[in-house]
């Protein structure tokens, strides 16, 4: 679920999602609507349900790679 499989693609991974939306994150915050809206229309010929979606946001926030801050998700800075 998380890593890719022989059962699982990798465009399905939730690590694979994760990136992707890190990717939409790498110049802004944005609402999770618009991370939502963006996703969707990247990946027209791979559809993404939204609980995989959520799914993948969890595993970020789990990370600490990002944070919800006044309504946007916006990326944590890594130090060191």
């Known amino acids: 679920?998380?890593?890719?499989?022989?059962?699982?693609?990798a465009e399905?991974?939730?690590i694979v999602l994760g990136s992707e939306i890190l990717n939409e994150l790498r110049?802004?915050?944005?609402?999770?609507?618009?991370i939502?809206?963006?996703m969707s229309a990247a990946r027209r010929n791979v559809p993404l349900a939204?609980?995989?979606?959520?799914?993948?946001?969890?595993l970020l926030y789990?990370?600490?790679?990002?944070?919800l801050d006044k309504n946007l998700v916006r990326l944590l800075q890594v130090s060191g």
């Open 1 to 9: 679920m998380i890593l890719p499989s022989k059962f699982l693609p």
């Open 50 to 58: 939204f609980d995989w979606f959520v799914l993948a946001l969890t």
């Open 36 to 38: 939502w809206e963006r």
């Open 62 to 67: 789990a990370m600490n790679a990002i944070e």
């Open 27 to 34: 110049d802004y915050p944005l609402s999770i609507s618009e």
């Open 12 to 14: 399905r991974s939730l």
